[in-house]
């Protein structure tokens, strides 16, 4: 079967149009709606990685959102095990390690000692990175605007991270880092669906993910400790509990929405939750009693800029 079949015959199987041919209507009140749920899904998930690693160790935490997430696509897989293609494991592995596994981990880590807002800023890079690394490794065309929106993006990241201590959101350098090497790994996971899972239905290429790598991370819960901690520690079920808002609406509710969104309206629009997310980031740190300084107001807004101009 020639590669234009197979893609031909998955896109029929899993029943879903096109990146390209994706609705480009006018948006609608419930789509207005679900882009803000959106927002404030993925912005608080940073405010409950900061709570849940100062229950669990950020690998325990890091294991049990995986186990979790797991679990709740077992069930997605059995539905589309027919229409996914388990030949191409090795971009699927991708997705379970660069788009879950590895910047679950580092965001956790960073957890510790950065605030959540500036986790969700920072995790507004991804699309920057995206585009880098898909024009030196992916074939993707860049433009003078492109060019010019990188590099304001990681001047605003820069400013973020290396900005002095009397901005609070700044945080520790190292670990402000870490935030954006996570997004480097997003940034990999999209090209690399993009490039080699594009004609498979969405849901298909998450839960196939899972089903591929869960036994590991059911194996590096154990080695962990994280089954042990939850059960001696007094506040071990508290720390399941933003453990499981981060599984089933962080990294499963929120995709299943994400891409319900897209097949309604189109990528441009759905992609704007880009934006949203930083500012409910900030709004929920705030709420939560961390700091925010005009400086780290000035850093997110050239970020955001240079991601405007990008993406123009």
């Known amino acids: 079967m020639t590669k234009n079949a197979i893609k031909k015959r998955y896109n029929s199987a899993a029943k879903l149009p096109s990146f390209a041919a994706m609705s480009s209507r006018a948006p609608s009140a419930l789509d207005w709606l679900v882009l803000f749920v959106l927002a404030l899904i993925w912005g608080a998930s940073f405010l409950f990685i900061k709570r849940s690693v100062a229950i669990f160790s950020p690998l325990q935490m890091a294991m049990w959102r995986m186990v979790l997430a797991t ?3 077992l069930p997605v897989a059995v539905a589309f095990w027919s229409k996914i293609d388990w030949r191409r494991w090795r971009p699927l592995l991708v997705v379970a390690f660069c788009g ?15 605030n959540s807002s500036l986790a969700g800023v920072l995790n507004s890079l991804t699309p920057l990175f995206t585009l880098m ?13 492109k060019i010019i929106g990188v590099v304001l993006g990681l001047l605003g990241a820069a400013m973020l991270i290396l900005f002095n201590s009397k901005s609070s959101m700044s945080g520790n350098a190292f670990f402000a880092s870490l935030c954006a090497l996570a997004t480097v790994c997003y940034a990999v996971n999209a090209n690399v669906v993009n490039k080699w899972l594009r004609d498979q239905h969405p849901a298909g290429i998450a839960s196939a993910a899972f089903v591929l790598t869960g036994w590991m991370f059911l194996t590096g819960l154990w080695w962990s400790g994280g089954w042990e901690e939850a059960q001696r520690d007094e506040r071990g079920m ?8 981060l599984a089933l609406l962080g990294t499963v509710g929120g995709s299943i929405l994400y891409f319900w969104l897209l097949q309604r309206t ?12 930083p500012v409910a980031a900030i709004g929920l740190g705030a709420f939560d009693g961390e700091m925010i300084g005009p400086l780290d107001l000035a850093g997110t807004g050239v970020i955001l800029t240079g991601l405007y101009i990008a993406r123009k």
């Open 133 to 145: 690394l898909g024009v030196a490794f992916f074939e993707m065309k860049f433009t003078q605007r």
């Open 238 to 245: 508290e720390g399941l509990g933003y453990i499981a808002y």
């Open 266 to 277: 189109s990528a441009v629009f759905a992609t704007s939750v880009t934006y949203l997310l």
């Open 71 to 73: 679990a709740l696509y």
């Open 100 to 114: 879950s596994a590895i910047p679950n981990f580092l965001f956790a880590v960073a957890g510790q000692h950065v």
